[in-house]
């Protein structure tokens, strides 16, 4: 297998020219047995839950069962093919389908074949919005998402996770209404616990313990055993074997979402309509952003587990591939999926097959094993989410976060709040809108230094006990110079402005340490020179960057300032801040303050430490 990354022209081979854009055949450069088994065994275990969360997914825009299936067929193939991630699951996900159901709200819910165009062409939309982030590496953008916000996305999308799944757990009827804020529904369901379903608790108690026992098994085995997938398969036959599966036990213990249709998705393009797109445009775009931040958080919560580094633009580029494709076989929109990724990471799976082994196996199950398919009872899989839930969560990580700095603490705990307060979707955005208004927040404070120069000639920070001179006034400042930073700069300037005595005849600022500076802090600069010559105090700027002074010359600051009032730092050569000392001092003309170490001495001789 050619292994080279480019020929002796300097260019791509094909073969890693295919590795690079499909990570899924990269990945078969170190594959072996052990992997395909791991893969394949977790492949399975995803596809056993994947069937019925499919069927219930698509119930939720009013969509028939067979679509969501489809959806958990093709967009999960193709997403596993050009994943980054190699643990992520894509396919129809419960934030999405809560967005696509009041995306299409509009629409008759009796007119299932026009609810079903409108979601098809929505996918293909969100497909087309993420593809173009990705032509424009938007995808790098992410890389500013505090790993405090996935953290909380972690958290808080476990704690959804096991609310949610306590329901079918104890297999207690549905609470509220279902547009109902799922809070809401989950006070009611469990007021109800009267109602507990012995069968189904039992089920899933005994899942839980199976899957611990297993794993037990597996690691005094030294092997990988199909924890969740040998669960699944004896909780069938237990359903099979007490005849649970018939009448009003059916409904209780397995649910009733309807047979599952035999048969694969055709291909068929969308049908377009101008209307029903301007319609829905805006939906689609927000979903296509949701949908990213959805999959990128979770495939960046299992990267902290497993160490993987991770491509974002190829992680964007395979959200939109999917749901580009996916919308020609007759799929509504998906992400990367919580869930089933969850239990793909804690099944054993080490690769992007084991999401291509997960597709082919819902595919054999809607062909061949449909009718043994209804035997899984909906306790069980809740017992697995459970698990999957409580593993999701890296205690360790969690406490250092919580424990490092209140930035990362109140990042971590409104995200994981906004998850089951808000919605899991939601949630995402609250951190990083979090993250920002923090950021800004510090990034905004800028630090003024006093300086001084000591007997033995030294520049260096002005200390309590140090005498000021005052003729000559010296300051640092360090920090962002853009429009947050303003109220600091102004203020800064103000207490320069207080201090500056009747004798004071030069003020030396040093700017080696700002960066970014803007319109508004470029202005106060000017204000503060005007107001300061008024007074007759000369100001002047040293230790300013290449980039600084470029900007100060184009906005006209230099002219203002006076070029020889400028001092550029440049690499290599003596210090601007001595230089612009020196310059300060000839101002002076021998008017020096009593503290003045250069008072009647030839030796000027000037030292610089800060």
Known sequence: MESRSENGNGRLTTSDWLFRVVPAFDSLRSYSWHSFRLDFFAGLTVAAVAVPQAMAYASIPGLPVEYGLYTAIIMTAIGALFDSSRQLINGPTNAICIALASAIAYLPVDDHEQRLQAAILMAFLVGVFQTCITLFRLGDLT???SNSVIVGFTLGAAILLALGQLRSFLGLPMGGASDDHFLVRFVLTMSRLDLVNIRALGIGAATILLALAFRQLGK???????????VVALMAGVVWFFGWDRGNVRVSVIGDMGDIPAGLPSFDLPRFDWSMTRQIISSSLAIAVLGLLEAIAMAKSIASRTGQKLDMNQQCLSEGLANLIGSFFQCMPGSGSLTRSAINVHAGAVSQWSGVFSAVA????????????????????????LLSAYRLVDRKQLLYHLRSTPFDKKIVLATAFAAFAINIE????????????????RAARLHLTELTMTADRVIRERGPDDPRCDRILLYSLEGELFFGSGPDLEKHFDSIANQAGPVTRVIVLRLKRVRNPDAVCLELIERFIVKMRDRG??????????????TMRVCGLEAQLGKEYLFVEHEGATSSTLDAVRFAYGLLKGDYCVNCPRRNEERHVLYYMI
């Open 143 to 145: 890389r500013f998402i």
């Open 220 to 230: 005094r085995l030294r092997s990988q055993l199909p924890d969740f997938l040998m």
């Open 362 to 385: 819902v595919a054999l199950i809607v062909i061949v094993f449909a009718p043994l398919a209804k035997f899984i009872p909906r306790s069980c899989l809740a017992g697995l989410l």
């Open 426 to 441: 939601f949630c995402i955005l609250v951190g990083v809108f979090l993250s920002v208004v923090l950021y800004i927040t």
């Open 537 to 550: 105090i000369h100001v002047i700027l040293c230790g300013v960057r290449d980039d600084f002074a470029a």
